[in-house]
């Protein structure tokens, strides 16, 4: 059985991380623990060398190599030079982070959209070498059946009171774009935790029918506590959004680098500010019901790139 490594945390420590942290933040960042994941610990990194070894066949992993509709998976292939270029190449319906390079190895985490349909999958990587030679490399994922639930609910009358189409069109570009800017690096170098303790009142994914409308899928999961209760974030990284949105009510979205971002709305206050570098188990606000909400709830939402995926991934700990 190959034996787990940890995601290559310590060489995003790079200039261009330098221009976005302070050299006592950096301080505090390397002297933290790394934990055990699927990539590899620092020391394991040998300097990639400057002559392509072309006896050297890449290998192509998957972690897990068996998820649900919504899920993601650890993509990483070996013997990758930098001066390499590699495309991923599937019929899966997916989405894609940021290549990252650690020496010669290759990491993306890929998001699977929530309406793919369960099968085998083959999944390739093609490689294009310096030197005109090309590799292709292959993988197969097995995605099985996951049922999503369904539940019908009403808003009260007046919930949407003010709203216009040209505001709430104003509140999704912010969105989007907040998602779009990040990092080629990651930001975090500890597992991710869950940003507040309750009850789950609503999975991913699930089937919504609001006041008889058209169905619609939940992009996050809603945890149910205390109104008031604090939110801290999951993991280090930078503010992309802290503010109040029409639907949303009190939102900030997390940027963690690489595409991957946490979102979390309907708070009763924000305690962060847009650009703000912020640590893991930081507060970043507190639990409450504003924007479109039935009652005090958190909607943590994970995406890659505008993706939602599923965010119970983000804390099993043996991925990132």
Not at 168 to 196: G, N, S
């Amino acid at each position: 059985m190959r034996k787990k490594r940890l995601w290559p945390k310590i060489c995003y420590l790079t200039m261009g991380c330098l221009l976005v942290m302070t050299a006592i933040h950096l301080a505090s960042l390397l002297s933290r623990p790394v934990t055990t994941a699927y990539f590899p610990k620092i020391e394991e990194l040998q300097p990639e060398s400057k002559d392509i070894n072309l006896a050297l066949v890449g290998e192509l992993h998957l972690y897990p190599d068996q998820i649900a509709p919504g899920d993601f998976f650890i993509l990483e292939a070996t013997f990758i030079p930098a001066s390499s270029t590699a495309e991923i190449l599937t019929a899966l319906p997916s989405t894609f982070s940021t290549q990252y390079r650690a020496g010669e190895g290759l990491f993306v985490i890929i998001g699977v959209h929530w309406e793919s349909e369960p099968g085998t999958y083959q999944v390739n990587l093609a490689v294009t070498h310096a030197n005109g030679k090309t590799d292709q490399l292959t993988a197969m994922l097995h995605v099985t059946a996951r049922e999503f639930q369904t539940s019908r609910f009403n808003m009260p009358p007046g919930t949407t009171a003010g709203w216009t189409a040209a505001r709430l069109d104003e509140d999704r570009e912010r969105v989007r774009k907040a998602r779009e800017y990040t990092t080629e690096y990651p930001l975090w170098l500890q597992p991710f935790i869950v940003p507040i303790t309750g009850r789950i009142s609503s999975e991913f994914g699930a089937i919504r029918i609001i006041n008889n409308n058209p169905p619609r899928r939940h992009r996050g999961i809603d945890i149910t506590t205390d109104e008031g209760a604090p939110i801290v974030a999951p993991n280090s990284g930078i503010v992309r959004l802290a503010d109040f949105l029409l639907s949303g009510g009190n939102t900030v979205i997390i940027d963690h680098g690489l595409g991957l971002s946490s979102t979390y709305m309907h708070l009763q206050t924000i305690a962060v500010e847009t650009g703000q570098l912020i640590e893991r188990g930081q507060l970043i606000g507190t639990l409450g019901e504003t924007g479109f909400a039935t009652g005090p709830h958190l909607h943590w939402e994970v995406n890659i790139g505008q993706t939602p995926i599923n965010p119970k991934m983000l804390i099993r700990n043996d991925l990132l």
